[in-house]
Structure formats: C-alpha cells, structure tokens
C-alpha cells in the first residue's frame, strides 16, 4: 500500500479518519505509524495529499491534511480482455489499475470456459481496483464494462472506441503487422484468452476496424502480454 485510498466521506471534516481494518492492520503492523508521521493519503475521484497522524487507536487513525498534489495521469487506453481464469483476473485488475489503464472491458469469446462468468471473483472486482489504486498512488479508478456476447459487442460498441485518432489493435501472433511503439495517441488494445482468438473472431474484429497486429514468434499468457503490450506502446509516457 503506497497510498491510503479514503472515500469522500471520511474526509468530510477537518479530521479525517481511516477504519477499515484491512487498511489499520497495514497502518499498524507494517508501517507502525505513530503520532506525528506523515502518510500520504488520496480520496477517491479527488487529489493525493500529504497528511499528519493526529491519533492513533486500534480502531480508528485520525489524520490532518497538509498539503495536496494531483494524481498520476491515466494511459489513454481502452483494454478489452477475453475474460482469463478467475485466478488470473486478480491479477488482471490490479495490473492493469497500477499501470494507469483507461478503461477495462471484459470480454466472452469462444475459447473462454463458460464456468468463469460464474466465478464469484468477478463480484470482487472493486476490490481489485482499490488494491490497483493504492499500490500506484492513484485515486480515480478506471470504467469497467463486461459484455458475454462477443458478436454484439464486436459490431455494436466496438465501433464507437475507434476513431483517426484512436485506432485499435488486436495482438494477433500470426499478423503480418508488427504492433507500433511509443505512440503518440490513444488507442483500444484487444487481449485474447491463452488459446487466442479463433479465425472468425479476428476476422469480426477487423472487419469493424480492428488492425492485427504481432509481438513477434513468442505466445504469451494474458497477464504477460498485458503489461509488455502496454509498456511498448506507451513507452514515451
């Protein structure tokens, strides 16, 4: 925890004050914070600020804000994922909240196991986003959409994301095309499921503007693709 995620509400007085006991157990076993100290503190949707502990007990830390500073800037990326093994999705999340992504969009496609919509993993998605958030010292979580029907979403909402100036790409190991670096501009990126995407998906996805592209002969997993997708496009940010 690199930041104490708050709501607005528990900042509403000149006090502020942290209750959640999986955030005090953080405060005080691994931090051990004690009167005096400094923490840096963000509210959700808001700024980061630099506050002073004012008490501490073992249900409740109060803190006084000194100073604020703006969160870090978001990637300009819309992630559509073919929806991972529930054991994946943790991960997913959380990576792809600390790495600044835009916006996530979950996605059915045929080599997705239907049993992983049912996975109770995916009411904890919040969850998920908060740990992303307070691991990167951000405070505005990204939109998260899920759409179970791939054909649907492939030529009805797909569309609407790409624009001159914001292409999308689908990370296809078998495409002629190599997927740009350090780009200057936002764009959509399409992750398919550990078997990929079979011909007619790739297809339906360029035929609605996708642009397939490769990361050359080696196939990754999702939760590695993720990051070295994001990490070359945006390498000048």
Same mark, same amino acid.
């Given at each position: 925890?690199?930041?104490?995620?708050?709501?607005?509400?528990?900042?509403?007085?000149?006090?502020?004050?942290?209750?959640?006991?999986?955030?005090?157990?953080?405060?005080?076993?691994?931090?051990?914070?004690?009167?005096?100290?400094?923490?840096?503190?963000?509210?959700?949707?808001?700024?980061?600020?630099?506050?002073?502990?004012?008490?501490?007990?073992?249900?409740?830390?109060?803190?006084?804000?000194?100073?604020?500073?703006?969160?870090?800037?978001?990637?300009?990326?819309?992630?559509?994922?073919?929806?991972?093994?529930?054991?994946? %999705?943790?991960?997913? *999340?959380? #990576?792809? !909240? +600390? &790495? /600044?992504? =835009?916006?996530?969009?979950?996605? $059915?496609?045929?080599?997705?196991?239907?049993?992983?919509?049912?996975?109770? %993993?995916?009411?904890? *998605?919040? #969850?998920? !986003? +908060? &740990? /992303?958030? =307070?691991?990167?010292?951000?405070? $505005?979580?990204?939109?998260?959409?899920?759409?179970?029907?791939?054909?649907?979403?492939?030529?009805? *909402?797909?569309?609407?994301?790409?624009?001159?100036?914001?292409?999308?790409?689908?990370? $296809?190991?078998?495409?002629?095309?190599?997927?740009?670096?350090?780009?200057?501009?936002?764009?959509?990126?399409?992750?398919?499921?550990?078997?990929?995407?079979?011909?007619?998906?790739?297809?339906?996805?360029?035929?609605?503007?996708?642009?397939?592209?490769?990361?050359?002969?080696?196939?990754?997993?999702?939760?590695?693709?993720?990051?070295?997708?994001?990490?070359?496009?945006?390498?000048?940010?």
């Amino acid at each position: 925890m690199n930041i104490v995620l708050l709501d607005a509400q528990q900042t509403a007085s000149e006090m502020w004050s942290v209750r959640s006991p999986r955030q005090l157990q953080h405060l005080q076993q691994h931090l051990e914070i004690k009167v005096g100290d400094q923490l840096k503190v963000g509210v959700r949707a808001e700024q980061r600020y630099l506050t002073e502990v004012i008490t501490v007990s073992s249900d409740e830390v109060q803190l006084k804000p000194i100073s604020s500073q703006a969160p870090p800037a978001k990637l300009p990326v819309t992630l559509i994922v073919a929806m991972p093994r529930p054991k994946v %999705l943790r991960r997913l *999340i959380m #990576d792809s !909240v +600390t &790495l /600044g992504v =835009e916006k996530i969009i979950l996605l $059915h496609s045929y080599r997705v196991d239907k049993s992983y919509w049912q996975s109770p %993993l995916l009411k904890q *998605i919040d #969850d998920y !986003v +908060t &740990l /992303g958030l =307070e691991q990167a010292g951000d405070t $505005h979580a990204p939109q998260i959409e899920i759409y179970q029907r791939f054909k649907p979403f492939v030529e009805d *909402i797909f569309p609407q994301l790409i624009s001159d100036s914001r292409p999308a790409y689908v990370a $296809h190991p078998y495409a002629s095309t190599t997927m740009p670096a350090s780009i200057q501009h936002g764009c959509s990126v399409v992750i398919g499921p550990e078997g990929g995407f079979i011909p007619y998906e790739i297809d339906l996805l360029t035929a609605n503007g996708a642009q397939a592209v490769s990361l050359g002969l080696r196939i990754l997993r999702t939760e590695t693709a993720i990051p070295f997708v994001l990490g070359r496009l945006f390498a000048s940010v």
